[in-house]
């Protein structure tokens, strides 16, 4: 079994529009991440939920919204895509929010904006 | 707020031992430092991690100089699996207080017979 998924994993679209993406963990982990991994292979982190709560909220765009219905799930809903949106989109889970957590992280979502 | 940096690639070949540097002057007091290892079109995997001094698990070994600005990742005797993009995370201070958790620039490193 995965231990943390996403889907898409792959994502064409046209500027404008709204797309989501999904992300699952069976872990039992409390934490759950969003990070975008850009051309040059930075990773930068998006987004943290710990127990369904927003901890981490960087400086991302507002047509960035992730939701959390429950522990084992964190999506991430963009409005208006734009073209510097297409990047890799990882999510990722830890048994808790400390830094010292082990990170798991799902195949990541490729997200290209026409 | 001072970027975690590495070297952007490393060249080796099999047999021969790696070490990956990554440079933190920010890094948190109580944080921890940890490397990740990724392969193309997978997620980032963990490796090891360490607060200071060293550490060595089956995989690597970490180093840690007192100051903790900096930290080595270090990769025993490296084959051809090995070629993958290396990243440290730390979390590193802010100027308004607080923790920011941070990938370094990611080390590519390939293997070569």
């Known amino acids: 079994d995965t231990a943390v998924s996403q889907t898409p994993k792959y994502l064409v679209t046209q500027m404008g529009n709204d797309k989501s993406i999904k992300c699952e963990q069976n872990?039992?982990?409390?934490?759950m991440y969003w990070y975008k991994q850009d051309s040059k292979k930075f990773l930068k982190i998006m987004f943290s939920?710990?127990?369904?709560?927003?901890?981490i909220n960087e400086t991302v765009p507002n047509r960035f919204s992730p939701k959390s219905p429950d522990k084992a799930h964190l999506n991430l809903h963009i409005n208006s895509l734009e073209l510097g949106d297409s990047a890799v989109y990882f999510c990722?889970?830890?048994?808790?929010?400390?830094?010292?957590?082990?990170?798991?992280f799902g195949p990541g979502t490729r997200l290209l904006v026409l | 707020l001072a970027k975690t940096t590495q070297p952007i690639s490393m060249d080796s070949y099999e047999g021969q031992e790696v070490n990956i540097t990554c440079s933190h002057n920010?890094?948190?007091?109580?944080?921890?430092i940890t490397w990740y290892q990724q392969f193309p079109s997978q997620g980032p995997r963990f490796i090891i991690q360490?607060?200071?001094t060293k550490v060595t698990n089956e995989v690597a070994s970490l180093f840690i100089p007192a100051d903790r600005k900096s930290s080595t990742l270090s990769l025993p005797r490296v084959s051809l699996s090995d070629t993958a993009v290396y990243y440290c995370?730390?979390?590193?201070?802010?100027?308004?207080?607080?923790?920011?958790?941070?990938f370094g620039t990611g080390t590519q490193l390939k293997v070569e017979l």
């Open positions: 990722a889970s830890s048994q808790d929010l400390w830094e010292q957590e082990t990170q798991y």
């Open positions: 872990l039992g982990h409390d934490t």
């Open positions: 939920y710990n127990n369904k709560e927003l901890i």
């Open positions: 920010n890094i948190a007091t109580n944080d921890y």
């Open positions: 360490g607060y200071k």
């Open positions: 995370l730390v979390g590193v201070r802010l100027t308004g207080g607080g923790n920011k958790l941070t």
